[in-house]
Nanobody, 130 residues
Framework: QVQLVESGGGLVQAGGSLRLSCAASGRTFSSYAMGWFRQAPGKERAFVAGISLGGGDTNYADSVKGRFIISRDNANNTVYLQMNNLEPEDTAVYYC???????????????????????WGQGTQVTVST
């Protein structure tokens, strides 16, 4: 199990930027594929972005492609979500999630399905105003 703590959320105007961070502790961070999800009021938690063990493979929800960038720093056990050109529709609680990857699985896997992730942070609120 890995413990995850998000930070960096806040209030920003439309068109602005924020960078979310997720600090991990516990198990070996580099053996976890990581993802960011978000949940808006009244909606289900939805995939935003994912990254493989080494960071060489990424995937994004269509709604954030070209605006958001996921990255990771395995030396510092941290995953980031750079969010640019924010829109009011991006308002949500953002969650960091980790999926342990066994030695027999591909190190390039990027999960989009939230059921694949076993470890979750508490979330950080992002509010985008018009």
């Amino acid at each position: 199990q890995v413990q995850l703590v998000e930070s960096g959320g806040g209030l920003v105007q439309a068109g602005g930027s924020l960078r979310l961070s997720c600090a991990a502790s516990g198990r070996t961070f580099s053996s976890y594929a990581m993802g960011w999800f978000r949940q808006a009021p009244g909606k289900e938690r939805a995939f935003v972005a994912g990254i493989s063990l080494g960071g060489g493979d990424t995937n994004y929800a269509d709604s954030v492609k070209g605006r958001f960038i996921i990255s990771r720093d395995n030396a510092n056990n941290t995953v980031y979500l750079q969010m640019n050109n924010l829109e009011p529709e991006d308002t949500a609680v953002y969650y960091c999630a980790g999926a342990g990857i066994g030695p027999n699985n591909s190190g390039r896997v990027v999960y989009m399905n939230r059921e694949r992730y076993g470890d979750w942070g508490q979330g950080t609120q992002v509010t985008v105003s018009t």
